[in-house]
T-cell receptor
């Protein structure tokens, strides 16, 4: 019940295309859903986050779509660039668990020039 | 504002030894969490400290322990190291409970 399932495991997109990464969860107590970007040799960097009271949040080229009834959320990267090539992690947390994050398995994104 | 600082960046230890990793959170942040990242298991939560108290603990053996000091700096200790403890250990700081978490660059631990 604490798991967050992420797909696909890897994704190859052409420059200028849209990258879409999906996550699903079972525990309806999750109420905070961040996305992280990680480059090799670096720690994860917070990209964007959403709470269940909204269905979509956009920051620049990054958009989170959230479907509470389906218990799914996704990250859309518009106009993908080679510099976006990295590993992306979705995560979820529960208010009663403090700052504890449960992470998805990660998606290796490659954006070809 | 300075980010999360973890030291050392790299460590090589022998099986059976113990190791201490350090994390300095972002100034003003009171919550520090630790994660283990491996290719096989991904990112797994170890524990969280808030105002010097362990608030949450993941599913790791008692060989993994931590503490937080009054200035919010945190240390984690792994005793009796095993080969499987080789991983990237990440520290994340948050201003409070259930808010954004910002990660350091991690400490790469190799157990030989």
């Amino acid at each position: 019940q604490q798991q967050v399932k992420q797909s696909p495991q890897s994704l190859i997109v052409q420059k200028g295309g849209i990258s879409i990464i999906n996550c699903a969860y079972e525990n309806t107590a999750f109420d905070y859903f961040p996305w992280y970007q990680q480059f090799p040799g670096k720690g994860p960097a917070l990209l964007i986050a959403i709470r269940p009271d909204v269905s979509e949040k956009k920051e620049g080229r990054f958009t989170i779509s959230f479907n509470k009834s389906a218990k799914q959320f996704s990250l859309h990267i518009m106009d993908s660039q080679p510099g976006d090539s990295a590993t992306y992690f979705c995560a979820a947390s529960i208010e009663t668990s403090g700052s504890r994050l449960t992470f998805g398995e990660g998606t290796q994104l490659t954006v070809n020039p | 504002k300075a980010g999360v600082t973890q030291t050392p960046r790299y460590l090589i230890k022998t099986r059976g030894q113990q190791v201490t990793l350090s994390c300095s959170p972002i100034s003003g942040h009171r919550s520090v969490s630790w994660y283990q990242q491996t290719p096989g298991q991904g990112l797994q939560f170890l524990f969280e400290y808030f105002s010097e108290t362990q608030r949450n603990k993941g599913n790791f053996p008692g060989r993994f322990s931590g503490r937080q000091f009054s200035n919010s700096r945190s240390e984690m200790n792994v005793s009796t190291l095993e080969l499987g403890d080789s991983a990237l250990y990440l520290c994340a700081s948050s201003p409070g409970a259930h808010t954004e978490a910002f990660f350091g660059q991690g400490t790469r631990l190799t157990v030989v």
